[in-house]
């Protein structure tokens, strides 16, 4: 008997966290439609994708299937252990951000059309882009990373873009789909209609600049300047 009404409790505890469950795969993918719906600033949207992307890959590893075409889903994973690597222990995370830097610099350097420039050490190597209330939206260093953009130039890049941000906003809109065949839906209504981009800012991380702190390393200070970036995701 005993057995028997355990096995009742978790098969209602069971109930319940799925419940809970797909309410919070609900609720966030009318989020993420409503930003879809409202946003118009590129910048902005981009910074979005990991966003969009965790929500992708989190349904899927829920539903156990894999929606994405291959290349898609792969971008979708790697995001996500982007994303991941800036919780891990910093060492590991230092390096990497060296090496996202290290490629950035070389492509800024090697863009100077003359060789005697490329060793004045004068070059701009990360964009960062900020709205009002000064948060950081993100930098070229992050997007180059978590989109996996090898070459800034690549016009090849820009395509590939567009693909993953068709393959998710279409798992979007079949999610919401699907809830409304089956499920009642809240209303998620956001209240800013779109971000502003008002502020940009160019530098060298090889040198000292206004926004890296004095007695701080390189890498440091760029850690810093990711973790600011994901203050953002609460304001959207």
Known sequence: ??????????????????EVTVRIIQEDMESIYSLMLTEKD???????IPYYALFVQACQEYMEIVYLPE????RVKDIRNYIKSYGEKF????????DIDDSQDRQ??????????????????????????????????????????????????????????????????????????CIYQPVVERKEQSIKIGYYADLNTNVGNQFFLENSSKELNLFFLARRYKTILTIM
């Open 108 to 181: 800024f350097r090697d863009m100077l059309k003359f060789d005697f420039m490329k060793q004045m050490n004068k070059h701009l190597n990360l964009g960062t882009y900020w709205i009002d209330e000064k948060h950081i939206v993100g930098s070229t260093q992050m997007y180059a990373d978590f989109l996996e953009i090898e070459n800034l130039l690549d016009p090849q890049s820009t395509e590939l873009q567009l693909e993953l941000s068709y393959q998710i906003g279409s798992f979007v809109s079949e999610v919401k789909k699907g809830f409304r065949n």
């Open 42 to 48: 590129p910048i902005f949207s981009m910074a979005s």
């Open 1 to 18: 008997m005993r057995m028997k009404v355990y096995k009742m409790e978790n098969d209602s505890l069971y109930e319940i966290e799925k």
């Open 71 to 74: 290349m898609e889903a792969k």
């Open 91 to 98: 060492g590991k995370t230092k390096r990497k951000i060296q």
